[in-house]
Protein backbone atom coordinates (compact mmCIF):
# COMPACT_ATOMS: atom_id res chain seq x y z
CA UNK A 1 0.00 0.00 0.00
CA UNK A 2 3.15 2.69 -0.44
CA UNK A 3 1.23 4.37 -3.31
CA UNK A 4 -2.10 5.30 -1.20
CA UNK A 5 -2.03 7.67 1.28
CA UNK A 6 -2.13 6.49 5.00
CA UNK A 7 -5.38 6.68 6.93
CA UNK A 8 -3.35 8.33 9.93
CA UNK A 9 -0.27 9.95 9.65
CA UNK A 10 1.85 11.34 12.76
CA UNK A 11 4.53 13.78 11.99
CA UNK A 12 7.26 15.19 14.12
CA UNK A 13 4.77 14.83 16.73
CA UNK A 14 6.47 16.78 20.17
CA UNK A 15 4.71 17.37 23.57
CA UNK A 16 6.05 17.43 27.14
CA UNK A 17 4.77 17.62 30.58
CA UNK A 18 5.73 21.03 32.72
CA UNK A 19 9.29 20.80 31.12
CA UNK A 20 9.78 16.92 31.04
CA UNK A 21 10.00 16.15 27.20
CA UNK A 22 7.61 12.75 26.83
CA UNK A 23 7.28 12.90 23.20
CA UNK A 24 10.13 14.14 20.46
CA UNK A 25 9.69 13.98 16.66
CA UNK A 26 7.47 11.01 16.61
CA UNK A 27 6.85 10.20 13.34
CA UNK A 28 5.30 7.15 11.53
CA UNK A 29 2.00 6.32 9.45
CA UNK A 30 -0.82 3.97 10.08
CA UNK A 31 -1.62 2.38 6.16
CA UNK A 32 -5.28 1.84 5.59
CA UNK A 33 -6.64 -1.64 6.63
CA UNK A 34 -3.08 -2.11 8.43
CA UNK A 35 -2.96 -3.33 12.01
CA UNK A 36 0.14 -0.77 13.40
CA UNK A 37 1.68 -1.84 16.41
CA UNK A 38 3.29 0.48 19.52
CA UNK A 39 5.41 -1.03 22.29
CA UNK A 40 7.44 0.77 24.93
CA UNK A 41 8.44 0.53 28.77
CA UNK A 42 6.24 2.12 31.05
CA UNK A 43 6.39 5.75 30.86
CA UNK A 44 7.48 5.63 27.11
CA UNK A 45 5.25 8.13 25.94
CA UNK A 46 2.63 5.58 24.48
CA UNK A 47 -0.50 6.82 25.96
CA UNK A 48 -0.16 10.31 25.38
CA UNK A 49 0.36 9.72 22.35
CA UNK A 50 -3.32 7.87 22.02
CA UNK A 51 -4.57 11.23 23.78
CA UNK A 52 -2.62 13.25 21.01
CA UNK A 53 -4.51 10.88 18.44
CA UNK A 54 -8.07 10.66 19.88
CA UNK A 55 -7.63 14.16 20.86
CA UNK A 56 -7.35 14.34 24.67
CA UNK A 57 -4.47 16.53 24.24
CA UNK A 58 -2.79 19.00 21.98
CA UNK A 59 0.55 17.95 21.03
CA UNK A 60 3.07 21.24 21.66
CA UNK A 61 4.27 20.55 18.09
CA UNK A 62 3.73 18.37 15.08
CA UNK A 63 0.81 17.55 12.95
CA UNK A 64 -1.71 14.44 12.29
CA UNK A 65 -3.09 14.06 9.35
CA UNK A 66 -6.71 11.83 9.41
CA UNK A 67 -7.33 10.53 5.39
CA UNK A 68 -5.37 13.62 4.41
CA UNK A 69 -6.87 16.43 6.46
CA UNK A 70 -5.67 17.91 9.85
CA UNK A 71 -6.70 16.82 12.93
CA UNK A 72 -5.02 20.20 15.06
CA UNK A 73 -8.65 21.98 15.14
CA UNK A 74 -10.89 18.53 15.46
CA UNK A 75 -12.23 17.79 18.72
CA UNK A 76 -12.84 14.27 20.42
CA UNK A 77 -16.29 13.90 19.69
CA UNK A 78 -15.69 15.07 15.74
CA UNK A 79 -12.36 12.55 15.70
CA UNK A 80 -14.82 9.66 16.88
CA UNK A 81 -17.74 10.99 14.03
CA UNK A 82 -15.24 10.64 11.48
CA UNK A 83 -14.46 7.39 12.55
CA UNK A 84 -11.62 7.10 15.11
CA UNK A 85 -12.53 5.24 17.91
CA UNK A 86 -10.40 4.74 20.64
CA UNK A 87 -10.56 2.56 23.90
CA UNK A 88 -8.70 3.06 27.00
CA UNK A 89 -5.93 1.14 29.02
CA UNK A 90 -8.41 0.92 31.92
CA UNK A 91 -11.69 0.08 30.57
CA UNK A 92 -14.04 2.77 30.51
CA UNK A 93 -17.59 1.03 30.83
CA UNK A 94 -20.53 2.76 32.26
CA UNK A 95 -21.18 1.20 35.25
CA UNK A 96 -24.68 2.19 36.02
CA UNK A 97 -25.90 0.83 32.66
CA UNK A 98 -26.49 -2.72 31.18
CA UNK A 99 -24.25 -3.88 28.81
CA UNK A 100 -26.76 -3.61 25.94
CA UNK A 101 -27.10 0.17 26.95
CA UNK A 102 -23.26 0.24 26.88
CA UNK A 103 -23.47 -0.89 23.36
CA UNK A 104 -26.08 1.54 22.15
CA UNK A 105 -24.07 4.45 23.08
CA UNK A 106 -21.58 3.11 21.09
CA UNK A 107 -23.54 3.45 17.97
CA UNK A 108 -25.68 6.46 19.22
CA UNK A 109 -23.37 8.89 16.97
CA UNK A 110 -24.62 6.93 13.73
CA UNK A 111 -28.12 8.76 14.46
CA UNK A 112 -29.76 12.13 15.05
CA UNK A 113 -32.61 13.21 16.83
CA UNK A 114 -33.16 16.83 18.32
CA UNK A 115 -34.17 17.12 21.86
CA UNK A 116 -37.64 18.37 20.71
CA UNK A 117 -38.18 14.98 19.16
CA UNK A 118 -37.03 13.15 22.00
CA UNK A 119 -39.28 15.04 24.68
CA UNK A 120 -42.23 14.84 22.73
CA UNK A 121 -41.43 10.87 21.75
CA UNK A 122 -41.76 11.62 17.70
CA UNK A 123 -42.09 8.71 15.29
CA UNK A 124 -38.93 9.82 13.93
CA UNK A 125 -37.32 9.48 17.48
CA UNK A 126 -38.79 5.74 18.30
CA UNK A 127 -37.51 5.03 14.88
CA UNK A 128 -33.85 6.05 15.72
CA UNK A 129 -34.24 4.46 19.50
CA UNK A 130 -35.37 0.87 17.63
CA UNK A 131 -32.54 1.34 15.06
CA UNK A 132 -29.87 1.87 17.76
CA UNK A 133 -31.49 -0.93 19.65
CA UNK A 134 -31.55 -3.63 16.89
CA UNK A 135 -27.72 -2.64 15.61
CA UNK A 136 -26.58 -2.78 19.52
CA UNK A 137 -28.58 -6.31 19.92
CA UNK A 138 -26.94 -7.55 16.86
CA UNK A 139 -23.50 -6.21 18.26
CA UNK A 140 -24.40 -7.88 21.76
CA UNK A 141 -24.54 -11.13 19.83
CA UNK A 142 -21.89 -10.96 17.77
CA UNK A 143 -19.24 -10.71 20.64
CA UNK A 144 -21.00 -13.10 22.67
CA UNK A 145 -22.45 -11.07 25.34
CA UNK A 146 -25.90 -11.93 25.01
CA UNK A 147 -26.33 -13.67 28.06
CA UNK A 148 -24.72 -10.90 29.72
CA UNK A 149 -26.52 -8.02 27.87
CA UNK A 150 -29.32 -7.21 30.58
CA UNK A 151 -26.63 -6.80 33.44
CA UNK A 152 -25.05 -3.69 34.92
CA UNK A 153 -21.71 -3.47 33.32
CA UNK A 154 -20.37 -3.09 36.92
CA UNK A 155 -20.46 -7.00 37.53
CA UNK A 156 -18.55 -7.76 34.39
CA UNK A 157 -15.12 -9.91 35.02
CA UNK A 158 -11.80 -7.66 33.55
CA UNK A 159 -12.16 -9.65 30.35
CA UNK A 160 -15.31 -9.23 29.74
CA UNK A 161 -14.94 -5.15 30.20
CA UNK A 162 -12.29 -5.56 27.62
CA UNK A 163 -14.76 -7.08 25.05
CA UNK A 164 -17.78 -4.43 26.04
CA UNK A 165 -15.33 -1.46 25.40
CA UNK A 166 -14.16 -3.31 21.93
CA UNK A 167 -17.65 -3.99 21.25
CA UNK A 168 -19.36 -0.24 22.19
CA UNK A 169 -16.16 1.13 20.17
CA UNK A 170 -16.72 -1.14 17.01
CA UNK A 171 -20.68 -1.10 16.54
CA UNK A 172 -20.54 3.03 15.80
CA UNK A 173 -18.43 1.74 12.54
CA UNK A 174 -15.27 2.82 13.36
CA UNK A 175 -12.62 3.29 10.30
CA UNK A 176 -9.40 3.63 12.41
CA UNK A 177 -9.65 1.98 15.77
CA UNK A 178 -6.98 3.01 18.79
CA UNK A 179 -7.05 0.11 21.09
CA UNK A 180 -4.65 0.96 24.08
CA UNK A 181 -2.80 -1.77 26.12
CA UNK A 182 -6.44 -4.24 25.30
CA UNK A 183 -4.60 -7.14 27.15
CA UNK A 184 -3.70 -5.54 30.85
CA UNK A 185 -5.76 -7.67 33.29
CA UNK A 186 -6.38 -10.34 30.91
CA UNK A 187 -5.70 -14.22 31.05
CA UNK A 188 -3.98 -16.23 28.76
CA UNK A 189 -7.09 -17.66 27.53
CA UNK A 190 -9.05 -14.25 26.83
CA UNK A 191 -5.65 -12.97 25.46
CA UNK A 192 -6.05 -15.61 22.70
CA UNK A 193 -9.73 -14.50 21.99
CA UNK A 194 -8.72 -10.71 21.85
CA UNK A 195 -5.80 -11.50 19.26
CA UNK A 196 -9.14 -13.59 17.07
CA UNK A 197 -11.03 -10.49 17.28
CA UNK A 198 -8.30 -8.07 16.49
CA UNK A 199 -7.51 -10.38 13.19
CA UNK A 200 -11.52 -10.59 12.58
CA UNK A 201 -11.56 -7.12 12.82
CA UNK A 202 -9.35 -6.21 10.29
CA UNK A 203 -10.29 -8.85 8.06
CA UNK A 204 -13.65 -6.41 7.92
CA UNK A 205 -11.55 -3.47 7.07
CA UNK A 206 -10.84 -1.55 10.60
CA UNK A 207 -7.69 -0.15 10.57
CA UNK A 208 -5.98 -0.77 14.06
CA UNK A 209 -3.40 1.03 15.88
CA UNK A 210 -2.56 -1.25 18.99
CA UNK A 211 -0.71 0.04 21.98
CA UNK A 212 0.36 -2.32 24.61
CA UNK A 213 4.05 -4.24 26.04
CA UNK A 214 2.50 -7.45 25.54
CA UNK A 215 4.69 -9.19 23.11
CA UNK A 216 2.73 -11.97 22.15
CA UNK A 217 0.16 -9.78 21.20
CA UNK A 218 1.56 -7.84 19.52
CA UNK A 219 2.45 -10.75 16.95
CA UNK A 220 -0.80 -9.90 15.03
CA UNK A 221 0.76 -6.23 14.06
CA UNK A 222 2.38 -6.17 10.82
CA UNK A 223 4.18 -3.47 11.24
CA UNK A 224 5.56 -2.48 15.14
CA UNK A 225 7.11 0.79 15.96
CA UNK A 226 9.06 0.90 19.44
CA UNK A 227 8.83 3.88 22.01
CA UNK A 228 11.45 4.37 24.39
CA UNK A 229 11.66 7.83 26.27
CA UNK A 230 9.57 9.63 23.79
CA UNK A 231 11.04 8.57 20.58
CA UNK A 232 11.04 5.65 18.06
CA UNK A 233 14.50 3.67 18.23
CA UNK A 234 13.38 0.57 16.04
CA UNK A 235 10.18 -0.11 13.33
CA UNK A 236 9.73 -2.92 11.40
CA UNK A 237 7.67 -6.58 11.74
CA UNK A 238 7.70 -8.10 15.01
CA UNK A 239 10.66 -10.37 14.22
CA UNK A 240 12.49 -8.10 13.22
CA UNK A 241 12.01 -6.10 16.12
CA UNK A 242 12.71 -8.93 18.37
CA UNK A 243 16.16 -9.28 16.83
CA UNK A 244 16.69 -4.95 16.97
CA UNK A 245 19.89 -5.02 19.32
CA UNK A 246 18.91 -1.59 20.67
CA UNK A 247 15.14 -2.99 21.30
CA UNK A 248 16.77 -5.68 23.58
CA UNK A 249 18.94 -3.44 25.19
CA UNK A 250 16.18 -1.17 26.48
CA UNK A 251 13.30 -2.78 26.32
CA UNK A 252 13.89 -6.58 26.79
CA UNK A 253 16.99 -5.82 28.79
CA UNK A 254 19.34 -8.52 27.24
CA UNK B 1 -48.95 -13.49 34.14
CA UNK B 2 -47.99 -10.52 32.49
CA UNK B 3 -51.56 -9.69 31.71
CA UNK B 4 -52.37 -9.96 35.41
CA UNK B 5 -49.81 -8.04 36.39
CA UNK B 6 -51.56 -5.32 33.27
CA UNK B 7 -54.74 -5.55 34.59
CA UNK B 8 -53.25 -4.99 38.53
CA UNK B 9 -51.51 -1.70 36.58
CA UNK B 10 -54.28 -0.65 35.05
CA UNK B 11 -56.43 -1.38 38.08
CA UNK B 12 -53.91 0.79 40.05
CA UNK B 13 -53.66 3.58 37.39
CA UNK B 14 -57.86 3.75 37.26
CA UNK B 15 -58.09 3.86 41.37
CA UNK B 16 -55.33 6.89 40.99
CA UNK B 17 -57.32 8.75 38.73
CA UNK B 18 -60.36 8.33 40.46
CA UNK B 19 -58.95 9.64 43.66
CA UNK B 20 -56.83 12.88 41.29
CA UNK B 21 -60.02 13.89 39.93
CA UNK B 22 -62.22 13.74 43.16
CA UNK B 23 -59.46 14.82 45.82
CA UNK B 24 -60.15 19.35 44.84
CA UNK B 25 -63.67 18.09 45.91
CA UNK B 26 -62.97 16.03 49.04
CA UNK B 27 -60.69 18.69 50.77
CA UNK B 28 -61.16 21.92 52.00
CA UNK B 29 -60.31 25.01 49.27
CA UNK B 30 -56.36 25.83 51.64
CA UNK B 31 -55.74 21.92 51.12
CA UNK B 32 -56.73 22.70 47.21
CA UNK B 33 -54.79 25.65 46.78
CA UNK B 34 -51.91 23.98 48.65
CA UNK B 35 -52.57 20.66 45.73
CA UNK B 36 -52.03 23.04 43.11
CA UNK B 37 -49.34 24.42 44.60
CA UNK B 38 -47.64 21.25 44.02
CA UNK B 39 -48.56 20.83 40.47
CA UNK B 40 -46.50 23.79 40.07
CA UNK B 41 -43.60 22.86 42.13
CA UNK B 42 -43.79 19.22 40.27
CA UNK B 43 -43.12 21.45 36.60
CA UNK B 44 -40.50 23.35 38.28
CA UNK B 45 -38.76 20.39 39.74
CA UNK B 46 -38.68 18.61 36.98
CA UNK B 47 -36.00 20.45 35.11
CA UNK B 48 -34.20 20.54 38.26
CA UNK B 49 -34.58 16.54 38.46
CA UNK B 50 -33.34 15.94 34.99
CA UNK B 51 -30.33 17.39 35.95
CA UNK B 52 -29.49 16.74 39.32
CA UNK B 53 -30.21 12.87 38.46
CA UNK B 54 -29.47 12.48 35.19
CA UNK B 55 -26.47 15.01 34.47
CA UNK B 56 -25.57 15.30 37.89
CA UNK B 57 -25.74 19.68 38.03
CA UNK B 58 -26.68 21.35 41.03
CA UNK B 59 -29.26 24.03 39.07
CA UNK B 60 -29.43 26.47 42.31
CA UNK B 61 -30.68 29.12 39.31
CA UNK B 62 -34.76 27.76 38.98
CA UNK B 63 -36.39 30.70 40.40
CA UNK B 64 -34.63 33.09 37.91
CA UNK B 65 -36.80 31.34 35.16
CA UNK B 66 -39.40 30.72 37.40
CA UNK B 67 -39.57 34.49 38.12
CA UNK B 68 -39.19 35.22 34.53
CA UNK B 69 -41.72 32.99 33.49
CA UNK B 70 -44.22 35.00 35.99
CA UNK B 71 -43.02 38.36 34.89
CA UNK B 72 -44.28 37.46 31.64
CA UNK B 73 -47.14 36.63 32.34
CA UNK B 74 -47.88 39.22 34.76
CA UNK B 75 -46.56 41.64 32.22
CA UNK B 76 -48.03 40.79 28.93
CA UNK B 77 -51.33 40.09 30.55
CA UNK B 78 -51.18 43.79 32.71
CA UNK B 79 -49.34 45.61 31.10
CA UNK B 80 -49.86 44.98 27.48
CA UNK B 81 -53.30 43.64 27.85
CA UNK B 82 -52.94 40.66 25.69
CA UNK B 83 -54.06 37.13 25.84
CA UNK B 84 -52.45 34.93 28.71
CA UNK B 85 -50.73 32.57 26.26
CA UNK B 86 -48.49 35.58 24.99
CA UNK B 87 -47.56 35.65 28.38
CA UNK B 88 -46.52 31.98 28.54
CA UNK B 89 -44.76 32.11 25.10
CA UNK B 90 -42.72 35.33 25.82
CA UNK B 91 -41.74 33.49 29.33
CA UNK B 92 -40.87 30.17 27.63
CA UNK B 93 -38.65 31.90 24.89
CA UNK B 94 -36.73 34.50 27.29
CA UNK B 95 -36.23 31.79 29.70
CA UNK B 96 -34.37 29.28 26.93
CA UNK B 97 -32.71 32.06 25.24
CA UNK B 98 -31.19 33.29 28.75
CA UNK B 99 -30.30 29.51 29.56
CA UNK B 100 -28.51 28.63 26.48
CA UNK B 101 -26.78 31.77 26.59
CA UNK B 102 -25.69 31.76 30.48
CA UNK B 103 -25.57 28.08 29.85
CA UNK B 104 -23.19 27.75 27.51
CA UNK B 105 -20.51 29.52 29.42
CA UNK B 106 -21.13 28.43 32.94
CA UNK B 107 -21.82 24.61 31.96
CA UNK B 108 -18.03 24.04 31.18
CA UNK B 109 -17.72 24.32 35.02
CA UNK B 110 -18.11 21.25 37.14
CA UNK B 111 -19.14 20.43 40.73
CA UNK B 112 -19.30 23.13 43.28
CA UNK B 113 -18.14 25.89 40.98
CA UNK B 114 -21.08 25.24 39.07
CA UNK B 115 -23.29 25.14 41.57
CA UNK B 116 -21.79 28.55 42.64
CA UNK B 117 -22.05 29.58 39.24
CA UNK B 118 -26.13 28.97 39.00
CA UNK B 119 -26.11 30.29 42.61
CA UNK B 120 -24.99 33.60 41.34
CA UNK B 121 -27.38 33.89 38.46
CA UNK B 122 -30.20 33.31 40.50
CA UNK B 123 -28.63 36.63 42.96
CA UNK B 124 -28.20 38.30 40.23
CA UNK B 125 -31.77 38.02 38.45
CA UNK B 126 -33.33 38.15 42.13
CA UNK B 127 -31.71 41.90 42.40
CA UNK B 128 -32.55 42.99 38.69
CA UNK B 129 -36.30 41.93 39.71
CA UNK B 130 -35.86 44.30 42.49
CA UNK B 131 -33.81 47.12 40.79
CA UNK B 132 -36.05 46.98 37.01
CA UNK B 133 -39.75 47.93 38.87
CA UNK B 134 -40.35 49.97 35.37
CA UNK B 135 -40.97 46.35 34.16
CA UNK B 136 -41.13 44.15 37.35
CA UNK B 137 -43.05 46.69 39.69
CA UNK B 138 -39.62 46.54 42.22
CA UNK B 139 -41.40 45.07 45.76
CA UNK B 140 -45.17 46.88 45.08
CA UNK B 141 -45.14 44.10 41.99
CA UNK B 142 -47.61 43.27 39.93
CA UNK B 143 -51.09 42.97 41.27
CA UNK B 144 -54.73 42.08 39.01
CA UNK B 145 -53.49 38.96 36.66
CA UNK B 146 -56.24 37.74 35.34
CA UNK B 147 -57.44 33.78 36.25
CA UNK B 148 -57.04 32.01 33.31
CA UNK B 149 -60.14 31.83 31.08
CA UNK B 150 -60.11 28.37 28.43
CA UNK B 151 -62.89 29.00 25.97
CA UNK B 152 -64.81 30.56 28.58
CA UNK B 153 -64.54 28.53 31.29
CA UNK B 154 -62.64 30.48 34.06
CA UNK B 155 -60.16 28.90 36.60
CA UNK B 156 -61.05 30.85 38.92
CA UNK B 157 -61.13 28.73 41.95
CA UNK B 158 -58.53 26.38 43.18
CA UNK B 159 -60.71 23.21 42.77
CA UNK B 160 -61.17 24.12 38.81
CA UNK B 161 -57.31 25.34 38.41
CA UNK B 162 -55.81 22.44 39.91
CA UNK B 163 -56.74 20.32 36.95
CA UNK B 164 -55.53 22.38 34.77
CA UNK B 165 -52.19 22.81 36.70
CA UNK B 166 -51.92 19.05 36.84
CA UNK B 167 -52.86 18.12 33.33
CA UNK B 168 -50.01 20.35 32.39
CA UNK B 169 -47.60 18.48 35.22
CA UNK B 170 -48.55 15.28 34.04
CA UNK B 171 -47.60 16.44 30.19
CA UNK B 172 -44.29 17.91 31.79
CA UNK B 173 -44.01 14.36 33.38
CA UNK B 174 -44.85 12.56 30.39
CA UNK B 175 -42.39 14.98 28.12
CA UNK B 176 -39.34 14.25 31.08
CA UNK B 177 -39.99 10.11 31.11
CA UNK B 178 -39.56 10.39 27.35
CA UNK B 179 -36.38 12.39 27.66
CA UNK B 180 -34.85 9.72 30.06
CA UNK B 181 -36.19 6.76 27.45
CA UNK B 182 -34.48 8.37 24.27
CA UNK B 183 -31.61 8.29 22.27
CA UNK B 184 -30.51 11.72 24.61
CA UNK B 185 -31.60 9.79 27.54
CA UNK B 186 -28.95 7.19 27.14
CA UNK B 187 -26.40 9.74 26.27
CA UNK B 188 -26.81 11.81 29.35
CA UNK B 189 -26.57 8.66 31.87
CA UNK B 190 -23.29 7.31 29.76
CA UNK B 191 -22.41 11.04 30.32
CA UNK B 192 -23.01 10.58 33.98
CA UNK B 193 -20.84 7.47 34.50
CA UNK B 194 -17.91 8.19 32.59
CA UNK B 195 -17.66 11.46 30.46
CA UNK B 196 -14.17 10.58 29.18
CA UNK B 197 -15.58 7.17 27.60
CA UNK B 198 -18.77 9.05 26.48
CA UNK B 199 -16.60 11.59 24.60
CA UNK B 200 -14.74 8.90 23.23
CA UNK B 201 -17.89 7.76 21.33
CA UNK B 202 -18.43 11.29 20.17
CA UNK B 203 -21.42 12.24 22.72
CA UNK B 204 -21.36 16.36 22.94
CA UNK B 205 -21.28 16.91 26.42
CA UNK B 206 -21.43 20.68 25.95
CA UNK B 207 -24.20 20.24 24.03
CA UNK B 208 -26.29 17.84 26.07
CA UNK B 209 -25.95 19.66 29.23
CA UNK B 210 -26.70 22.72 27.49
CA UNK B 211 -29.67 21.84 26.35
CA UNK B 212 -30.92 20.07 29.06
CA UNK B 213 -30.74 23.34 30.92
CA UNK B 214 -32.65 25.02 28.67
CA UNK B 215 -35.08 22.45 28.71
CA UNK B 216 -35.20 22.79 32.74
CA UNK B 217 -35.52 26.75 32.17
CA UNK B 218 -38.68 26.14 29.97
CA UNK B 219 -40.46 24.34 32.75
CA UNK B 220 -39.03 26.48 35.36
CA UNK B 221 -40.88 29.94 33.06
CA UNK B 222 -44.05 27.50 32.32
CA UNK B 223 -44.27 26.76 36.06
CA UNK B 224 -43.35 30.38 36.78
CA UNK B 225 -46.54 31.53 34.58
CA UNK B 226 -49.14 29.46 36.34
CA UNK B 227 -47.90 30.57 39.28
CA UNK B 228 -48.79 34.11 37.89
CA UNK B 229 -51.97 33.01 37.13
CA UNK B 230 -52.93 31.45 40.05
CA UNK B 231 -52.20 34.30 42.41
CA UNK B 232 -53.02 36.95 40.53
CA UNK B 233 -49.96 39.24 42.32
CA UNK B 234 -46.24 38.96 41.71
CA UNK B 235 -43.53 40.84 43.31
CA UNK B 236 -39.74 40.34 43.79
CA UNK B 237 -40.42 38.01 47.25
CA UNK B 238 -41.44 35.34 45.28
CA UNK B 239 -38.02 34.51 43.14
CA UNK B 240 -35.10 34.64 45.74
CA UNK B 241 -32.49 32.89 46.15
CA UNK B 242 -33.98 30.92 49.55
CA UNK B 243 -36.85 29.75 46.22
CA UNK B 244 -34.32 28.43 44.29
CA UNK B 245 -32.87 26.72 47.06
CA UNK B 246 -36.66 25.03 47.66
CA UNK B 247 -36.96 24.15 44.09
CA UNK B 248 -33.62 22.07 44.17
CA UNK B 249 -34.89 20.49 47.43
CA UNK B 250 -37.68 18.99 45.59
CA UNK B 251 -35.86 16.34 43.45
CA UNK B 252 -33.29 16.23 46.47
CA UNK B 253 -35.82 14.72 48.89
CA UNK B 254 -37.95 12.85 46.58
CA UNK B 255 -35.37 11.41 44.60
CA UNK B 256 -34.01 12.79 41.58
CA UNK B 257 -33.55 10.03 38.99
CA UNK B 258 -37.39 8.99 40.03
CA UNK B 259 -40.00 11.18 38.29
CA UNK B 260 -42.72 10.02 40.95
CA UNK B 261 -39.81 11.07 42.49
CA UNK B 262 -40.17 15.05 41.69
CA UNK B 263 -44.02 14.99 42.46
CA UNK B 264 -43.35 13.48 46.40
CA UNK B 265 -40.37 16.28 47.10
CA UNK B 266 -43.20 19.00 45.67
CA UNK B 267 -45.68 17.23 48.20
CA UNK B 268 -42.96 17.26 50.98
CA UNK B 269 -41.90 21.23 50.16
CA UNK B 270 -45.70 21.91 50.58
CA UNK B 271 -47.32 20.30 52.65
CA UNK B 272 -45.07 19.66 55.63
CA UNK B 273 -44.38 23.44 56.36
CA UNK B 274 -47.88 23.90 56.50
CA UNK B 275 -48.42 21.11 58.99
CA UNK B 276 -45.53 21.97 60.64
CA UNK B 277 -46.85 25.53 61.14
CA UNK B 278 -49.72 24.51 63.81
CA UNK B 279 -47.10 23.81 66.32
CA UNK B 280 -46.46 27.39 66.57
CA UNK B 281 -42.90 29.03 66.35
CA UNK B 282 -41.21 25.75 66.37
CA UNK B 283 -41.91 24.91 63.08
CA UNK B 284 -39.07 25.47 60.85
CA UNK B 285 -37.12 24.03 62.88
CA UNK B 286 -38.93 20.83 62.71
CA UNK B 287 -38.67 21.34 58.89
CA UNK B 288 -34.81 21.46 59.02
CA UNK B 289 -34.57 18.65 61.16
CA UNK B 290 -36.98 17.07 58.68
CA UNK B 291 -34.80 17.84 55.73
CA UNK B 292 -31.90 17.16 57.24
CA UNK B 293 -32.91 13.37 58.07
CA UNK B 294 -34.38 12.70 54.82
CA UNK B 295 -30.86 13.91 53.58
CA UNK B 296 -28.89 11.90 56.06
CA UNK B 297 -31.24 8.78 56.10
CA UNK B 298 -32.06 8.65 52.42
CA UNK B 299 -29.16 9.25 49.95
CA UNK B 300 -31.51 8.79 47.11
CA UNK B 301 -34.57 10.33 48.26
CA UNK B 302 -37.89 9.22 49.67
CA UNK B 303 -38.52 7.52 46.30
CA UNK B 304 -35.34 5.73 46.58
CA UNK B 305 -35.97 4.80 49.77
CA UNK B 306 -39.34 2.98 49.01
CA UNK B 307 -37.85 1.07 46.24
CA UNK B 308 -35.56 -0.75 47.94
CA UNK B 309 -37.89 -1.02 50.97
CA UNK B 310 -40.16 -2.95 48.55
CA UNK B 311 -37.18 -4.83 47.10
CA UNK B 312 -36.80 -6.21 50.58
CA UNK B 313 -40.00 -7.18 51.02
CA UNK B 314 -39.76 -8.94 47.55
CA UNK B 315 -36.77 -11.08 48.98
CA UNK B 316 -38.61 -11.71 51.38
CA UNK B 317 -41.62 -13.02 50.02
CA UNK B 318 -39.08 -14.52 47.85
CA UNK B 319 -37.16 -16.45 50.72
CA UNK B 320 -40.49 -17.19 52.28
CA UNK B 321 -41.59 -19.00 48.98
Redesign the interface.
Known amino acids: MPDSAPLLALREIGHSFGGLSVLRSVTFDVPEGGIVGLIGPNGSGKTTLFNIISGYIHPLAGTIAYRGRSLARESIQKRGLTGLVRTFQTPQVFEKMTVLENIMVGCAKLTRTTMLQDLLRTPAARGQMREIYRRAEAACERFQLGGLRDLPAASLTAGQRRILEIARAVVGEPKLLLLDEPSSGLNAQEIDNLREWIVRLNEQGITVLLVSHDMGLMTVARTVHTLYFGEIIASGDMAAIQRDPKVREVYLGV | MASLNLQRNLLWIAVALAVWAALPFLVPRNIADLLVFTGIYTIAGLGIGLLLGHCGIVNLAQATFYGLGAYASAYCTVMMGWPSITGFLVGAVISMALAYVIGRPILRLTGYFLALGTLALSAIASALFFEWDWLTGGTLGIGGIPKLDLLGFVLDRPSRYYFFVWIVAFACMW ?2 H ?2 V ?7 L ?2 M ?3 S ?9 LQSLRT ?2 F ?2 CALFGSLAGSLFAHHVSFVSTQSFTVDRSITFLLIPVIGGATSIPGIVVGALFITFLPELLSKLGDVHQILFGLALVAVVVLMPDGLMGAWDRFRARLVARGGSDA
Open positions: AANLDSRSGLMRARDSTAAAALSVDRVVV
